[in-house]
């Protein structure tokens, strides 16, 4: 399996030796990954987050100093890939805590102008931002859940 970063401009994202020797702590000249499923076992998420942040981003930033980079992910299932606290509104309950999967805090800036620490529940969340409605909703229809 081969993973590479591509860029508009410059194709393979690569570093020349010059910009290379300029920069001692990249350890990769290219944003690019052979791996064998006999001898590195499967490719998955955390192998593309890591090529991302330690070539990809750091390549980027030098072949393109003061920009800000967009990375897209073709067809595979890297666009999936989340850390394991990701705050995904399917897997939060409607208040915090419970048997949801651990999630950091999140936080928010008040009309005051200072931040807030935020318990993760989608009920907290809405609420926070005066979005949850008079009329109490469920997570799941009735119908659906077999309730």
Not at 16 to 45: M, R
Not at 61 to 70: A, F, Q
Not at 114 to 126: A, F, P, S, W, Y
Request: aromatic share 6%.
């Amino acid at each position: 399996m081969i993973s590479a970063f591509l860029c508009p401009c410059h194709g393979l994202l690569r570093l020349s030796n010059e910009q290379l020797q300029e920069n001692p702590h990249i350890k990769n000249k290219e944003a690019f990954v052979i791996c064998s499923i006999q001898t590195d076992g499967y490719w998955k998420s955390e192998h593309m987050l890591d090529q991302l942040v330690h070539q990809a981003i750091p390549i980027f930033e030098i072949l393109h100093p003061g920009c800000v980079g967009v990375f897209c992910f073709d067809q595979s299932t890297n666009h999936n890939a989340m850390a394991a606290d990701a705050l995904i509104a399917t897997r939060m309950n409607l208040s915090p805590g419970g048997a949801q999967p651990k999630m950091r805090d999140g936080w928010y800036i008040d009309k005051n102008g200072e931040k807030q620490t935020q318990l993760m529940g989608i009920k907290q969340v809405l609420t926070e931002r005066n979005l949850w409605p008079e009329k109490s909703i469920r997570l799941m229809c009735e119908q659906c859940s077999g309730k």
